[in-house]
């Protein structure tokens, strides 16, 4: 971290700790806020990134996020046809940063788009950041702070969730060369590992059991390993009333790793178990 960044870092540390200039409207405070959202903005800061086995999330950035909308004032945006009344303004020069975003798409300033990436009707919140050629399909949608890795197809009406609050909880991270099929969920800081098919209509939390098929055990919670293909699936359980299936993701196949994907053969693996991309 360079010492420039550094003394940001102090100064949002400090003006969380003291919203008194935020509220007051003092200049060089909203300057402050408003360049580490530059940061996010350019890609040369990220909210959060994996570190081995754990996510180390940069709080500082996240409560520069937060101060940006306790003094951010509503502003009315007129595109063409189409009307925004927002306190965080939109995107914009994607031609110069080479992203394709088709008409009906929408992300907000200080969310990071890298090069290659293609936007169809869908939207990318503040504090996300989506990797280098990488599909934002039709009517996904990716949460604040969502981080996406590269080479990454996000399908129709794919739901990543957001995590802003509280500042130190990690958001969602996809890593790359992932599928995530359509209509999929994932949300609540959960994790997807690179090179991971999950079929459609996935929902992965938190809290979601993750299970291999093969030997039945419980990988863990909320976390797809890298270079696994994966489908929704419940496993019974007896509570007073009955027993009942509840809901799970379950590891139906291993992939060599950096294998690519052939969409024909990943189809055949996900029919064979009730599932489709």
């Known amino acids: ?70 003094m951010a004032e509503m502003e009315t945006t007129e595109l063409g046809p189409f009307e925004y009344a927002d306190k965080i ?20 300033w200080g969310s990071f788009l890298d090069r290659g990436v293609i936007m169809m009707p869908s939207y990318v919140n503040i504090g996300a950041r989506v990797g ?24 129709g009406g794919v739901g990543i969730g957001g995590v802003l609050e509280p ?36 929902v992965l939390t938190g809290s979601i059991p993750v299970i291999d098929a093969v030997s039945g055990e419980e990988l863990g919670r909320g976390v797809v390993p890298d270079w696994t293909v994966a489908v929704s699936a419940t496993r019974s359980r007896t509570f007073d009333g009955g027993t009942f299936g509840m809901p799970c993701v379950l590891v139906i196949r291993r992939l060599a790793p950096g294998d690519r994907h052939d969409k024909a053969a990943l ?8 599932a489709t991309t």
């Open 89 to 108: 303004p939109l995107k914009s020069r994607y031609q110069a940063a080479g992203v394709r975003v088709v008409p009906g798409a929408s992300a907000r």
């Open 132 to 155: 280098a050629n990488t599909m934002v399909d039709t009517w996904a949608t990716v949460g604040s702070c969502a981080q996406i890795g590269a080479n990454v197809h996000l399908s």
């Open 167 to 202: 500042p130190q909880a990690a958001p969602v991270i996809v890593g790359d060369d992932c599928l995530i099929g359509s209509r999929c969920i994932v949300a609540d800081g959960a994790r997807v590992g690179d090179g991971v098919v999950l079929g459609a209509g996935c």
């Open 1 to 70: 971290m360079s010492a420039a960044i550094s003394d940001l870092q102090a100064r949002i540390e400090e003006l969380w700790a003291d919203r008194g200039p935020i509220a007051e409207g003092d200049p060089e405070a909203r300057a402050a806020v408003e360049q580490a959202i530059g940061l996010l903005d350019t890609g040369e800061a990220r909210v959060a990134e994996v570190d081995g086995d754990g996510v180390v999330v940069n709080q500082w950035l996240k409560q520069a996020i937060l101060l940006l909308f306790s």
């Open 267 to 274: 189809n055949d693996v996900l029919r064979e178990h009730g």
